[in-house]
């Protein structure tokens, strides 16, 4: 069976309407003070003084059904953390707290113990404060075992530093930081394709090119790239920043170019993580796979191909290989 977002109960054509209708209604509830709100990796608010905050919200999707499957909760607090401030620092924003919601029908410490515990360590890695939030039990809403997550991250930028791609234009290279896998996307299909129905996968499956089972590949946390941004934006060098998450490359990508311009991306200039090759052997086109993963690419910056060494260079510094994965057309 050939298998789609749309197929797995996810519509990208009602999400994209959706927000155009957010966009629509929030429009007459901002004041001049909001630099850019729906629609950007981060809402930018005005405060005075040259400054501005940052400010995003997110979650972690259907990934928590494979952390119930599995047992393995730990990581989902860095998965959240990562889904906020990954977004977050694109505008050169640093972070500065971090708040959660947890939902469940009944509280256990048991899960949401090692979930703050992930939460409490992605935000001291990334020198966020973690300032406060609110568990929520709800039963009736909530079958017992079942729960949600969001995040929320604001971070402080100068505005006449804020990286908003302004400064893009064509020929512009665009330089990748790999993922750790999956991150936190599309697991809805993930599910359908490879653990529902007929010929589903044991957790336990090894996976090829990993050597250890399906379930820890799977639940492999979101990659925190805080420090590689800064560290970038703090060069001067880098035009745009984008986090690679729900849409793929070159969706994400587009929202931190121009709306005249759009990445034109060379798909064989990096080496896939084998998760990715089995999504595809089960059923899911390439197309497919474009639209909805990061494909092994979870952050990406634009420079000017005469900056492209020095920003490689520091990044290099940090442990971090970038890859000239494309440029701007």
Known sequence: MAWTYEKAGVSLERSDAWIGLVKKIASGASSSRVISGVGGFSGLYRIGGGKALAACTDGVGTKLDVARLTGRYRGLGQDLVAMNVNDLVTCGAKPLFFLDYIACGQL?????????????????????????????????????????????????VEEDKIIDGRDISKEDLLLGLPSSGLHSNGFSLVRKCLLDGRGALALDH??????????????????????????????GAIGGMAHITGGGLEENIARMLPATLEPSIDYASWERPPIFDLIKERGVDEVEMRRIFNLGIGFVMAVKPRDEQRVTSLLAALGEKAIVLGQVS
């Open 108 to 156: 256990d410490a048991a899960i949401f113990g090692p979930v703050m515990e992930g939460i409490a360590e992605a935000c001291s890695s990334c020198r966020c404060d973690l300032l406060g939030g609110e568990t929520a039990e709800m039963p009736g809403i909530y079958d017992r075992g079942m729960f949600d997550l969001a995040g929320f991250a604001v971070g402080i």
């Open 206 to 235: 090894n996976t090829a090119g990993y050597g250890k089972p399906l379930s820890e590949v799977l639940m492999e946390p979101t990659r925190l790239y805080v420090t590689q941004a800064l560290k970038a934006a703090a060069s």
